[in-house]
């Protein structure tokens, strides 16, 4: 079994700054890609950004400069720096692992998703 939780989501002001944690437990063997997505109200999943084992970032057009996305494989967890954040990145935030779980099996993991508020 392999769970992975958000963390860091809240209420921020437009031009204001946030980062998100994403952390894997369970039986690991490892972790390849890493990736977030939002979900805005009415709206469909999106992807924002996401990372490959040796750190190959892709972001979507409208994060590209405002939010970085970086990990730490000894932790087995993802972040997300977010910043001059705006209304429109109002939306719920998910992490998605693809994981190499014992033994020997590939599981793709949904995290439970972050609230994250952006005020006018």
């Known amino acids: 079994q392999v769970q992975v939780t958000e963390s860091g989501g809240g209420l921020v002001q437009a031009g204001g700054s946030l980062r998100l944690s994403c952390a894997a437990s369970g039986s690991i063997l490892s972790i390849q890609e890493m990736g977030w997505y939002r979900q805005a109200p009415g709206k469909q999943r999106e992807l924002v950004a996401d990372?490959?084992?040796?750190?190959?970032?892709n972001y979507a057009d409208s994060m590209e400069g405002r939010f970085t996305i970086s990990r730490d494989n000894a932790k087995n967890t993802m972040y997300l720096q977010m910043n001059s954040l705006k209304p429109e990145d109002t939306a719920v935030y998910y992490c998605?692992?693809?994981?190499?779980?014992?033994?020997?099996?590939?599981?793709?993991?949904w995290g439970q998703g972050t609230l994250v508020t952006v005020s006018s």
């Open positions: 990372i490959t084992t040796g750190d190959r970032t």
């Open positions: 998605n692992y693809d994981v190499i779980a014992k033994p020997w099996r590939y599981l793709e993991v």
